[in-house]
């Protein structure tokens, strides 16, 4: 498949829709607790592939464009290797958030810059955003770390806003203007 000049491409990801087959990296993913206990969903009850089947089913092919936007993200060879969303759009005041989350095995390796760099590109470009707001819980260095990567800044905390491992911690908060992106982008 020749999809250099794909949109949803990026230098080391393809991001596509979810499909059935990947029910079961959802369901590994969640026996991630280390990992999951840093998305905003924390620690979840126990789970099961069908469970993950008919949560994935909700979103597959894009059926509620108003809602979430999931995607599958693949590396260029067709592995799947995490998942993504476009969320929180608000189209009055031009702003959205997203999700990103790396199965373990294929961390470190630009895949999760890549993969937001594509959703960033879409809703600024394809949808006329102006901000992106994101945010990460005190402590996610590599989280930290992508949201400077990709050129967004700090813009404040709020405090004890996570609960985990039986304590509070504040909840970082960053934003990233289209004219900030479209700077770091060249």
Request: charged content about 30%.
């Amino acid at each position: 498949m020749n999809a250099e000049n794909y949109f949803w491409q990026g230098d080391r990801v393809r991001l596509r829709p979810l499909s059935a087959s990947d029910a079961e990296l959802a369901y590994e993913d969640s026996l991630d607790s280390s990992s999951r206990q840093l998305l905003e969903l924390g620690i979840e009850l126990p789970s099961s592939i069908k469970k993950k089947s008919s949560d994935l089913e909700a979103y597959a092919d894009f059926k509620n464009a108003a809602g979430p936007l999931v995607f599958a993200i693949e590396n260029l060879d067709g592995e799947t290797a995490g998942f993504a969303s476009l969320h929180s759009r608000h189209a009055k005041n031009g702003t959205f958030s997203f999700g990103v989350s790396i199965s373990r095995q294929h961390r470190q390796k630009g895949f999760a810059e890549d993969t937001v760099r594509i959703l960033l590109k879409y809703a600024f470009h394809e949808r006329r955003f102006q901000k992106c707001n994101s945010s990460c819980v005190e402590g996610n260095e590599g989280s930290v770390r992508l949201h400077n990567k990709l050129g967004f800044r700090e813009e404040g905390r709020r405090r004890r806003q996570w609960f985990m491992n039986g304590r509070y911690y504040d909840d970082l908060l960053f934003g990233l203007t289209r004219e900030e992106f479209d700077a770091s982008i060249g």
